[in-house]
């Protein structure tokens, strides 16, 4: 395999850890899109090309598997290859390594087609940038393939209807405020992974009645697949939907369906693989019978993303 090209390096900033004390899953995607940019700097696609042509590389697809938690002030590195580069978009596969252990803590397969940043209408990629990403073809390995979530094409763009008619709960709504904006003025690619995250105890509270601010079990995802379908501007009105899709001894999946609150179109979807975490000893524990039981009675087929 061809070695993967450094396209970013930072650290974990205490304001990125969340209530579970480590890095929160909205800024592994937040430095993912980062390293993307990064990459398209390599590519020809930098911020010149962006300010003549209006046209950016954004992300279409994210699949993420998260290996090893990151606490404040983690050296991180993101290194990158192209698994896939045709005229309608990239396949770019990414892998987040703490600089201080060596360990791999995350990677991401993104989907990247070249968008106007406004319109987010696609470009056709110039041949001068498919020639560029020769010498970065590279393979997905093992450790960054898919696991506990299946890969097939995203399924038909669900309605908020369905979402009623199958029992999804309204985890979170709200407005788009300016801080979820990209420069452009669409909700950032990130902030869609933000709200998923800040609709999780609401998610639980539903089900199982269960205030994780006071247990000493918290959750930490394991896999992640987002599907953007359409841009989002900063004066829209957005709700998620959420389910529980399955449940094991130690793991349970979540499938999210976020709308436009005004429209009813579906603007994203999402689904995840999560564990229960002890706190203190940080490592993932069985989920207690009682809860399960409770989980299994909600659980909703076919919540794919």
């Given at each position: 395999m061809t070695p993967l090209l450094e396209v970013y390096r930072n650290s974990?900033?205490?304001?990125?850890?969340?209530?579970?004390?480590?890095?929160?899953?909205?800024f592994y995607v937040e430095k993912s899109v980062a390293a993307l940019a990064m990459l398209g700097q390599h590519l020809g696609l930098g911020p010149?090309?962006?300010?003549?042509?209006?046209?950016?590389?954004?992300?279409?697809?994210?699949?993420v598997r998260f290996l090893r938690e990151q606490r404040p002030g983690a050296p991180l590195v993101i290194n990158a290859g192209i698994v896939e580069a045709t005229r309608e978009r990239?396949?770019?596969?990414?892998?987040?390594?703490?600089?201080?252990?060596?360990?791999l803590a995350a990677s991401f397969i993104v989907t990247v087609p070249l968008q106007d940043g406004v319109s987010r209408e696609s470009r056709p990629i110039p041949e001068h940038v498919?020639?560029?990403t020769q010498p970065l073809r590279t393979e997905v390995p093992a450790h960054g393939a898919p696991r506990g979530l299946e890969m097939a094409p995203p399924r038909s763009e669900p309605t908020l209807d369905e979402a009623v008619d199958k029992g999804m709960l309204s985890?979170?709504?709200?407005?788009?405020?300016?801080?979820?904006?990209?420069h452009h003025g669409r909700l950032a690619t990130e902030a869609h992974m933000g709200i998923?995250?800040?609709?999780?105890?609401?998610?639980?509270?539903?089900?199982?009645a269960e205030d994780r601010s006071e247990s000493p079990l918290?959750?930490?995802?394991?896999?992640?697949?987002?599907?953007?379908r359409r841009p989002v501007s900063g004066d829209d009105l957005l709700e998620l939907r959420s389910g529980i899709?399955?449940?094991?001894?130690?793991?349970?999946?979540?499938?999210?369906?976020?709308?436009?609150?005004?429209?009813?179109?579906c603007v994203a979807t999402a689904e995840a693989v999560a564990v229960l975490l002890d706190l203190d000893a940080r490592k993932a524990v069985v989920i207690p019978e009682a809860s399960r039981a409770v989980l299994e009675r909600h659980v909703i087929p076919g919540l794919s993303a």
């Amino acid at each position: 395999m061809t070695p993967l090209l450094e396209v970013y390096r930072n650290s974990v900033q205490s304001w990125e850890i969340d209530m579970m004390g480590h890095m929160n899953v909205k800024f592994y995607v937040e430095k993912s899109v980062a390293a993307l940019a990064m990459l398209g700097q390599h590519l020809g696609l930098g911020p010149r090309f962006a300010r003549e042509s209006g046209a950016c590389l954004v992300p279409t697809e994210h699949h993420v598997r998260f290996l090893r938690e990151q606490r404040p002030g983690a050296p991180l590195v993101i290194n990158a290859g192209i698994v896939e580069a045709t005229r309608e978009r990239l396949v770019v596969y990414q892998e987040m390594v703490n600089a201080a252990s060596g360990d791999l803590a995350a990677s991401f397969i993104v989907t990247v087609p070249l968008q106007d940043g406004v319109s987010r209408e696609s470009r056709p990629i110039p041949e001068h940038v498919l020639e560029q990403t020769q010498p970065l073809r590279t393979e997905v390995p093992a450790h960054g393939a898919p696991r506990g979530l299946e890969m097939a094409p995203p399924r038909s763009e669900p309605t908020l209807d369905e979402a009623v008619d199958k029992g999804m709960l309204s985890t979170w709504k709200g407005p788009v405020l300016p801080r979820m904006c990209d420069h452009h003025g669409r909700l950032a690619t990130e902030a869609h992974m933000g709200i998923v995250s800040d609709a999780i105890p609401n998610l639980l509270v539903h089900l199982t009645a269960e205030d994780r601010s006071e247990s000493p079990l918290g959750g930490a995802a394991l896999e992640y697949r987002f599907v953007y379908r359409r841009p989002v501007s900063g004066d829209d009105l957005l709700e998620l939907r959420s389910g529980i899709k399955a449940v094991s001894t130690k793991t349970y999946q979540f499938g999210h369906w976020l709308f436009n609150g005004a429209t009813g179109e579906c603007v994203a979807t999402a689904e995840a693989v999560a564990v229960l975490l002890d706190l203190d000893a940080r490592k993932a524990v069985v989920i207690p019978e009682a809860s399960r039981a409770v989980l299994e009675r909600h659980v909703i087929p076919g919540l794919s993303a």
